[in-house]
Structure formats: C-alpha cells, structure tokens
C-alpha cells in the first residue's frame, strides 16, 4: 500500500471548514483512499473513502486531485467534538490490513 | 449491543503474568483485526480473521502472542509472561469483509508493571 503524509498538526476555529491535506505520490491505480478519525480514548471511526471521483457523506467530503496524488478531506462547519486524529490510509483490494501512520491532530477552538 | 465491545477496558499486570483480551465483533461480521496501539502512535496491525480462520498474524511481535476465534465470533488476544514494552491499548476491529470499513471496539488499555 502507499505510504501517505500529513500535516503533523492543525487549528481550526469552531464553523468553519477544516481542510485536512494527505499526500499519497506513489498510489496505485487500484488503491482507495480511506479516512479514519481517532477521538481521545476511542477506536477509530471511519469517515469517508474514495478511488478517484469526488465523494460526500454526512461527515465530511473527499476531494481527490486528478492525478490522484494527494487528497483533502473536509468538515465543512468544524465542531469542538470533531477534535481527533485524522489519518488518510491508501488501501488496495480488501479494507483489511489498515497502516495508519501517526496521522494529523486536528484541534477545533472556540 | 450495537458496536463491538472489548473487556476489559483496563487491565494491569505484573510483569510476567499471563492476560486474555476480549472482543466480541458485531454480529455477523465475518471479518476480526486486532491492532496495538502504544502511546502518541497510530494503532499497529497484529492479525486478521475471516470467520475462525487466521489468515494473517504477521504483525504479533512475538511468540508470547496468540489470538484466536474458535467459533466465528468472540475473539481472545492472549498475551503470555507480559513485559512492560506490551504496555499498548489493543484494539479490535470488525468487518462485514470485503472493501467495507471497519468498525473499532475502544480498546483494552493493558498496562504491564
């Protein structure tokens, strides 16, 4: 699976939109890109998941960049308990066999 | 219950004593992972199950390690004469299988003395 870097790190004030960048360079066709959040003293959650086209749900959005080399992950109106561990997973075949790396610490502040 | 559920939440052990960790999957998911996750790390692999077959254990540190799902559901992490590098939440995970997300427990905080 490729490997994937992120921000170590950010802020984002409480309503507005977190953007989250992930680089994945050396993905493969075949891999998915997969986001799990981690809460304090929880397992993680998963989020979202796409291949190469834009993707929505309740919790957030996923934009690929047409050469699949990096990806944003959005929380369009950022609240306190969306304060976690947001980790970007490139993932081939089954979604077995996560490698979550270290992940960015995403604060939310009043 | 809704979710997948560890037991215990927090376990301490002397060093070299012997502990089994809990977790019961959601029902029906064919699929069961247990991760190790230490301190300010993300969670590490450990092992894989498709209903009772083990079909990948290459993340156990060692052989003091051993997990196992006898009947397709419950699932035991067995940690043998525990040194204090085992301090770590392990976590577990279940999957409907195939491309579906995993749905994780919130953990066994083992803490080794």
């Known amino acids: 699976d490729a490997k994937t870097t992120q921000p170590t790190s950010m802020d984002c004030a409480e309503g507005r939109a977190a953007n989250l960048p992930c680089n994945h360079s050396?993905?493969?066709?075949?891999?998915?890109v997969y986001w799990y959040r981690q809460i304090h003293s929880q397992g993680p959650q998963y989020i979202i998941h796409?291949?190469?086209n834009n993707e929505t749900n309740e919790m957030a959005s996923l934009i690929i960049t047409e050469d699949r080399k990096s990806s944003t992950l959005i929380l369009p109106h950022a609240m306190l308990r969306d304060t976690a561990v947001y980790y970007c997973?490139?993932?081939?075949?089954?979604?077995?066999?996560?490698?979550f790396g270290t992940g960015t610490r995403l604060q939310v502040t009043l | 219950g809704a979710g997948v559920s560890q037991s215990p939440r927090y376990k301490v052990a002397k060093r070299g004593q012997d502990v089994a960790l809990r977790c019961d999957p959601i029902s029906g998911h064919v699929s069961l992972f247990w991760y190790q996750q230490a301190l300010g790390q993300g969670p590490e692999f450990l092992t894989y199950?498709?209903?009772?077959?083990?079909?990948?254990k290459s993340g156990l540190p060692s052989d003091r390690f051993f997990a196992e799902r006898p009947e397709g559901s419950v699932s035991t992490l067995k940690i043998q004469r525990t040194q204090q590098e085992d301090s770590a939440v392990y976590l577990c995970?279940?999957?409907?299988?195939?491309?579906?997300?995993?749905?994780f427990g919130n953990g066994t905080r083992l803490t080794v003395t």
């Open positions: 997973i490139a993932l081939t075949g089954t979604a077995s066999k996560l490698t």
């Open positions: 995970a279940s999957s409907p299988g195939g491309r579906s997300p995993l749905h």
């Open positions: 050396t993905i493969s066709g075949n891999e998915y």
């Open positions: 796409g291949l190469k």
């Open positions: 199950f498709q209903n009772e077959a083990q079909l990948d």
